[in-house]
């Protein structure tokens, strides 16, 4: 059963092709990276053992094309394929067309991704294997079934409701509709964007659970029928449906009900014969009630807080199931976490501008350090434009810490030393957020950030405080005068802390 | 050395001059003795003498309007813009006029104009959509900036637009 890979290519970019690349290092596997135009210099390209170039910026024209990456594959004698989340990570055609290149694909089998990937389908999977879904329509509503008929099963399933996409994910082609005479322009703008950001227009109707929180189990199964669940993540700070804070553990989930939602996701796993990594997804209501909402047929973004509270590494796992071993982690131990992690997405968006992308040339970087930090990025430095092509995650910051408050704190302390200058991020947004007394009690659910955002009616998160003003004056004054006079900062220009830090830690 | 400043929308007055081997700087008439240091060209590290030697680190960065400075500190970020000299035509002057009368939406970054919802003519509302421009795989809806009547509509569905690009004008 156990084969041996010499060489993976992983179909991917930015910092998620970073941390596979990494991975393979660690487990002594070549690396093949691929590259769009504006990707030439980007750090997976210089990290990998081989790089090719793949086409144009457009996704559609280099990172999802499989017939150039089957050719990548070929060309340098890959013999696995690891392709990340995003891009083609849940499209069975990748999947299949690797096995048929008789490639290893590093995920689950193509059969799996199909069903799975279909939510009615993963539905009625989940309800097969005893599991509460939310209720919601059986069938995927192609784009032939009329308006009118959409708006009577609306009806049936009773507003409010969600309009999502069968083939979708991350909160695109997702639409909340609270009444009837708000459907006809939801239903265009999601089919819209279904069919652009998946090429399938067909949507589903869920009835929307108020104030819920989104919990999901992290899997991973093997190749001989082995499923280990692992502690939950709480992800219930959304934006637009777009996870950006994600923690392990939830601050509400006793031992008992982990218990009850860890054997509810390995028995849904287990029914459709899942192998690699998965992640599934429930919603947790006022009451406690828990409802399947989907499975991710891929490793997640929020994948290091699992790694940091259970000491395990996801994509080595990944790889050697890959290759046939057995999963041999204990399972209790994956479902009691020690200490609590917590991660930010930093995106490049400006908060101030209802989160819009803000593309462009970092002009100055420091990232933070130090302990209980762990950050994942595409390796955005001084002088690195952000691409408008992709998505705008700069960054994945994680904190570990023995308690849920300490490792909000060093959140915040992280957050701090992040110096990010030239484009607009939305480390403003998190410096507010962990501040925010529910968010620090837990009391939070996925229409949170919403409530937040409207309460705070458009205030600045910019905003500093007036002694702050003040130093900003001395600075711009400063530079002003030094510019005149170049002399005067002169030799006496002395390191900061920060960089006799940095240096101190790098000769330990 | 003068400089007239606006610290996020706050006109400033401060002097600054050698002493001592420190900076003296006086803004808006209080005085402070500052020894500064240059960590890089536009990184400075600060010790304020006034309240017991308190220190930070400041960053500067252009923001890409003319004039404009963006102030990284550990509290979070300020705008400043030297009013002195060539960059005196940002002044509150230019600003007041443009809240009162017509204003432009831009685009806030580099995309594709997906669709136009309004067409020259319309009343619209504060916050009422605009245009849809897709960036980074997301589609963004701009926003009318006040109520009024859209004048003209300076872009068409499907056209690439650059950061700063007038697409609406509303009166």
Redesign the interface.
């Given at each position: 059963m156990h084969h041996t890979l010499t060489k993976v290519l992983v179909a991917n970019r930015g910092e998620i092709a970073v941390r596979i690349i990494r991975a393979c290092r660690e487990m002594n596997l070549r690396t093949v990276a691929v590259y769009s135009e504006c990707d030439r210099t980007a750090l997976h390209v210089r990290y990998a053992d081989e790089a090719y170039a793949i086409g144009a910026n457009a996704?559609r024209e280099s990172y999802l094309r499989i017939d150039k990456l089957l050719d990548v594959a070929r060309q340098s004698g890959a013999d696995a394929v690891h392709p990340g989340y995003g891009f083609l990570a849940e499209n069975a055609g990748f999947a299949r067309a690797c096995r048929d290149a008789g490639l290893t694909f590093i995920g689950p089998s193509p059969e799996a991704i199909d069903l799975m990937g279909s939510k009615t389908a993963a539905r009625a999977e989940a309800m097969a294997a005893g599991v509460p879904v939310v209720p919601g329509t059986k069938d995927p509503l192609g784009p032939d079934v009329a308006d009118a008929e959409v708006a009577r099963i609306a009806d049936e399933v009773g507003y409010p409701i969600l309009i999502k996409a069968v083939a979708g994910g991350g909160g695109?082609g997702m639409r909340t509709v609270t009444q009837a005479a708000d459907l006809p322009g939801a239903l265009r703008?999601a089919r819209s964007?279904a069919l652009?950001?998946f090429g399938d227009p067909a949507i589903y109707v869920e009835r929307r659970i108020m104030r819920p929180r989104h919990i999901e189990i992290q899997l991973l199964g093997d190749h001989h029928g082995t499923v280990v669940p692992f502690v939950e993540r709480e992800c219930s700070i959304q934006r637009r449906h777009q996870k950006v804070v994600e923690e392990s553990p939830s601050p509400v989930v006793t031992p008992e009900l982990r218990r009850r939602m860890a054997g509810a996701a390995a028995a849904v796993a287990r029914r459709v014969g899942y192998s690699n990594a998965g992640t599934i997804e429930f919603l947790l209501d006022e009451s406690g009630e828990f409802f399947f909402l989907e499975m991710n047929t891929r490793l997640q973004v929020e994948h290091p807080i699992t790694e940091l509270v259970t000491s395990t590494d996801l994509v080595h796992w990944q790889i050697r199931i890959a290759r046939g071993e057995r999963l041999d982690l204990d399972p209790g131990r994956m479902l009691s976490p020690v200490g609590h992690a917590i991660e930010c997405r930093i995106y490049a968006e400006?908060p101030d501008?209802?989160f819009?992308?803000?593309?462009?040339l970092v002009?100055?970087l420091r990232a933070p350090a130090g302990p209980g930090i762990r950050r994942d990025d595409g390796g955005a430095v001084a002088g690195v434009v952000v691409p408008?092509?992709?998505?705008?995650l700069l960054a994945k910051l994680a904190t570990w810490a023995e308690t849920r408050s300490m490792a909000i704190a060093r959140m915040a302390r992280a957050l701090?030393e992040y110096?990010v200058?030239?484009i607009k991020t939305t480390i403003?947004f998190f410096?507010w957020l962990l501040a925010d007394p529910d968010f620090l009690a837990g009391r939070i659910d996925t229409t949170f950030i919403d409530h937040a955002l409207a309460a705070r009616n458009g205030r600045p998160?910019?905003?500093?405080?007036e002694d702050?003003?003040?130093?900003?004056?001395?600075?711009?004054?400063?530079?002003?005068?030094?510019r005149?006079a170049p002399a005067?900062?002169g030799p006496?220009?002395?390191?900061?802390?920060?960089?006799r830090a940095a240096r101190t830690e790098a000769l330990r | 050395?003068q400089?007239q400043?606006d610290?996020?929308g706050?006109p400033?007055t401060?002097d600054?001059e050698?002493k001592d081997?420190l900076?003296r700087?006086v803004?808006d008439g209080v005085e402070?003795m500052?020894d500064?240091?240059?960590?890089d060209g536009?990184?400075?590290?600060?010790i304020?003498l006034a309240d017991g030697r308190s220190?930070?680190?400041?960053?500067?960065?252009?923001t890409?309007l003319p004039g404009e400075?963006?102030?990284?500190?550990?509290?979070?970020?300020?705008?400043?813009r030297?009013l002195t000299g060539a960059a005196s035509r940002f002044g509150r002057g230019a600003g007041a006029a443009q809240a009162a009368g017509t204003q432009q939406v831009l685009a806030?970054?580099?995309?594709k104009v997906v669709k136009v919802l309004v067409k020259p003519g319309d009343e619209v509302k504060a916050r009422q959509g605009l245009i849809v421009v897709?960036?980074?795989?997301?589609?963004?809806e701009l926003r009318s900036p006040k109520d009024g009547r859209v004048r003209e509509v300076l872009v068409a569905e499907g056209a690439s637009v650059e950061?700063g690009r007038p697409l609406v004008v509303v009166e």
């Open positions: 996704p695109k703008a964007e652009s950001s400006d501008h209802d819009l992308p803000s593309p462009g002009t100055a408008v092509f992709y998505d705008p701090d110096d200058r030239g403003p410096r998160f910019l905003e500093v405080p702050a003003e003040d130093v900003a004056a001395v600075a711009v004054a400063l530079q002003a005068f030094t005149k005067a900062p006496a220009a002395p390191d900061s802390r920060w960089q | 050395m400089l400043i610290v996020n706050r400033r401060v600054i050698r081997g900076y700087v803004i402070r500052v500064a240091a240059a960590v536009s990184t400075f590290s600060l304020c220190s930070q680190e400041v960053g500067l960065s252009p890409g400075i963006a102030v990284h500190m550990p509290s979070g970020v300020a705008s400043v030297v806030p970054m580099p995309g897709e960036a980074m795989k997301m589609e963004n950061a």
